[in-house]
């Protein structure tokens, strides 16, 4: 079974450039998540979606950060304009439906602002 | 408000003893943990989780132990494999913040041969 996919592994730009991410979750997972990890820090949750429905999106910056789930499969995280402090790891999870929580990560993207 | 902490930042054991990961959490709404694994350039691997139902959970070389009342689990790998060396994260959930993961910052697990 193939894991969570995630594009690109790294990625450098200038501050005020736009970014963008892409996560393929395991296939069937109904749930899907977007996490920062900052250096020495625990991964955040940003959004959460169920299907095409984002039903957590709390944490999530709207002024620059978007996300989007068109077909409920995979999904896209976009950061215009970025900022030095956007430099972390994005991560991308997914769940089943049915398991209690365990979710399952992809390798990461990890952002570079300079 | 960190309310998933790991107070040591790293620990290093021998081959062949006991590790001992510790976290605490204040939020008593939390009903459900898990520990996961994280190799450098690598995403978090679940590794076991626990409900608050239980106190103890077992998997091959792996037990997590929950104390509900001190808000403390802990993670113990007997025994220790240089494999194992890797960062360790607490991670918990509770019904009233749906799936949401809130993490603990992370042990570095060292094991020496």
């Known amino acids: 079974e193939a894991g969570v996919v995630q594009s690109p592994r790294y990625k450098i730009i200038e501050k005020k450039q736009p970014v963008a991410f892409w996560c393929n979750p395991i296939?069937?997972?109904?749930?899907l998540y977007w996490y920062r990890q900052n250096l020495g820090q625990g991964p955040e949750l940003l959004i959460r979606y169920e299907n095409e429905e984002a039903v957590d999106d709390s944490q999530l910056p709207k002024d620059r950060f978007s996300a989007e789930r068109l077909k409920g499969v995979d999904s896209t995280l976009k950061i215009q304009p970025a900022e030095l402090g956007d430099s972390a790891v994005y991560l991308c999870a997914s769940r089943a439906s049915g398991s209690y929580n365990e979710q399952f990560f992809g390798p990461g993207t990890r952002l570079t602002v300079l | 408000d960190q309310q998933v902490k790991q107070n040591s930042p790293s620990l290093s054991v021998q081959e062949g003893r006991i590790s001992i990961l510790n976290c605490d959490y204040t939020n008593s709404m939390f009903d459900y943990f898990l520990w996961y694994k994280k190799y450098p350039a690598e995403g978090p691997t679940f590794l076991i989780s626990?409900?608050?139902?239980?106190d103890k959970n077992e998997d091959g070389r792996f037990t997590v132990f929950l104390n509900k009342s001190a808000k403390h689990l802990s993670l113990h790998i007997v025994p220790s494999q240089p494999g194992d060396s890797a960062v360790y994260f607490c991670?918990?959930?509770?019904?009233?913040?749906?799936?949401?993961?809130?993490f603990g910052e992370g042990t570095q697990l060292t094991v020496n041969p």
């Open positions: 626990i409900s608050s139902i239980k």
């Open positions: 296939s069937g997972h109904n749930t």
């Open positions: 991670a918990a959930s509770g019904e009233t913040s749906g799936s949401r993961l809130t």
